[in-house]
């Protein structure tokens, strides 16, 4: 296979980036932190959850972000919504585009939604047949494809019966969540493969954590395949709380580093994506662990 031409990046930061930090951070940060991304080029940016601030404080203010973003032309600014209130909710705010969040594993699922595989998908469908009234798209995320904290090794053809699930729901995206970094490119491959035959290639998107240091090799496995959307975040902030010691996203600023050197479009400034995570990392006081943020910012 040849890489793609183009990659739409889709930008987890200040959503999948922030919601575990144990601080609150104030929604004009957060609001800046949106705002920045847009201006580097950034083209679909997860931008809250609308879920219980009882579960994720950090995503109290998901109304304020939502509505305060000074939204730019051709951006899509989109939020998680894991069931029909948090998608009731969403709607009000003028939501353009939302996410519902399974799992392939039976382990993870029970410990992270309190429900089976099988109960997570049923509930989902109430919602995607909302949003389709609504005429807001939802995109799928599988979690745990290559790997569980709880079950250690998933198959693949679990992950890719999930992913068809999403997919035959409604879900006009799946995206492909190593929760836990414990990937390498074989394996990658050998996941997406499965998951190719119930669903497009057009329609998948890579979702990859570094605990391991495996991001960028098995964002590399997957390209060569024909994968051409990519999730990341940031300064590589956020991690996994059931996963221990998971390190978080791959770094946006590594990954476009990566795709340019491939000659890959992106359409996405990198300095000014560096200088965005420079930025957001010294203002919640989080280490920046993009490798290329940091080299940038030592020039």
Request: hydrophobic share 45%; aromatic share 6%.
């Amino acid at each position: 296979m040849a890489f793609p031409k183009h990659v739409r990046l889709v930008e987890v930061g200040p959503r999948d980036g922030l919601q575990n930090e144990p601080e609150p951070i104030t929604t004009a940060t957060k609001l800046a932190l949106i705002d920045r991304l847009g201006a580097a080029g950034i083209r679909y940016i997860e931008a809250a959850s609308f879920v219980s601030p009882k579960w994720v404080p950090q995503m109290a203010d998901h109304r304020e972000v939502m509505t305060g973003i000074t939204r730019r032309d051709g951006v899509t600014y989109a939020a998680l919504t894991p069931n029909l209130k948090g998608l009731e909710a969403a709607l009000e705010c003028g939501v353009e585009e939302v996410a519902v969040f399974g799992a392939a594993s039976e382990a993870f699922s029970q410990k992270n939604i309190n429900c089976s595989v099988a109960e997570s998908l049923a509930r989902f469908e109430p919602v995607l047949e909302r949003a389709q009234q609504a005429g807001v798209r939802v995109r799928g995320y599988v979690s745990c494809v290559l790997g569980c904290p709880y079950e250690g090794e998933i198959a693949p053809a679990k992950v890719a019966e999930v992913s068809k699930a999403l997919y035959e729901m409604g879900c006009y995206e799946v995206s492909l969540g190593d929760t836990i970094g414990v990937g390498t490119p074989l394996k990658a491959k050998r996941m997406l493969e499965a998951v190719s035959h119930e669903v497009p290639m057009a329609q998948l998107a890579a979702h990859f954590h570094d605990t391991y240091g495996q991001a960028l090799a098995n964002l590399y496995a997957v390209l060569e395949e024909g994968i051409a959307v990519v999730d990341s975040s940031v300064a590589g902030l956020g991690g996994c709380p059931y996963a221990k010691g998971a390190s978080g996203n791959v770094a946006s600023e590594d990954v476009i580093y990566l795709l340019n050197g491939l000659g890959i479009e992106t359409g996405i400034d990198l300095d000014a994506l560096a200088a965005t995570g420079t930025w957001i990392t010294q203002a919640i006081g989080r280490p920046n662990r993009s490798k290329v943020g940091v080299a940038l910012a030592a020039k």
